[in-house]
């Protein structure tokens, strides 16, 4: 039973196209992100969808489009892809709370690699 | 979210307890301290978070000074799967940052046999 199930766990594809990654959360959770993780290994993150809805866009170029379907999936369109996209991806979510604060949940990632 | 410093790496010989400190000394009143782990190749996992007091569940405790400026988590028993990067995150899911977590370097712990 994974909480946070993203595919593919590994993608190489050639500079210029179009890919996605799939992100889907059994937990009922109302929150889901993507981030970033990078050579240097730093973890930043990208956007984040509460009820479907886009909250945060931390200054992601506009080739990466995320999509949020329903409240269970949030997947990540990237547009003509470039060398400097190499790295691991993390879809995860959780669930917010005003009142009581709640962690959240990452799923494996998925290593895109641009060559 | 508060600036945490980490330090860069530690050793624990495998049994020990593992003691990973945290200093987070702009911690505003709302925000709480939470622990994630990575252990290679996979995803962040959470391990423990706490507002005030001591905290402990079946992987930790986490230890809050009473000025809330620093904490300690501390791994009771530490196995060769503790190996990994700890991040210590000042962090509320209330408000608008909607549970955005701000990553810092982490400590790269190391259990040893």
């Known amino acids: 039973d994974t909480a946070v199930s993203q595919t593919p766990k590994y993608l190489v594809t050639q500079m210029g196209n179009d890919k996605s990654i799939k992100c889907e959360q059994n937990?009922?959770?109302?929150?889901m992100y993507w981030y970033k993780q990078d050579s240097k290994k730093f973890l930043k993150i990208m956007f984040s969808?509460?009820?479907?809805?886009?909250?945060i866009n931390e200054t992601v170029p506009n080739r990466f489009s995320p999509k949020s379907p329903d409240k269970a999936h949030l997947n990540l369109h990237i547009n003509s892809l470039e060398l400097g996209d190499s790295a691991v991806y993390f879809c995860?979510?959780?669930?917010?709370?005003?009142?009581?604060?709640?962690?959240?949940?990452f799923g494996q990632g998925t290593r895109l690699t641009v060559v | 979210d508060a600036k945490t410093t980490q330090p860069t790496s530690m050793d624990c010989a495998e049994g020990r307890a593992a003691n990973l400190p945290c200093n987070h000394s702009t911690i505003s009143g709302n925000e709480y301290v939470y622990w994630y782990r990575q252990i290679h190749s996979q995803g962040p996992q959470y391990i423990i978070h706490g507002l005030k007091n001591n905290e402990t569940n079946e992987m930790a405790s986490l230890i809050i000074t009473e000025d809330r400026k620093s904490s300690t988590l501390i791994l009771p028993h530490a196995t060769l799967r503790d190996t990994a990067v700890y991040y210590c995150?000042?962090?509320?899911?209330?408000?608008?940052?909607?549970?955005?977590?701000?990553f810092g370097q982490g400590t790269i712990l190391t259990v040893h046999p």
């Open positions: 969808y509460n009820n479907k809805e886009l909250i």
């Open positions: 995150i000042a962090h509320t899911t209330g408000g608008t940052s909607y549970g955005k977590l701000t």
């Open positions: 937990l009922g959770h109302d929150t």
């Open positions: 995860a979510s959780s669930l917010t709370d005003m009142v009581r604060n709640t962690e959240a949940f």
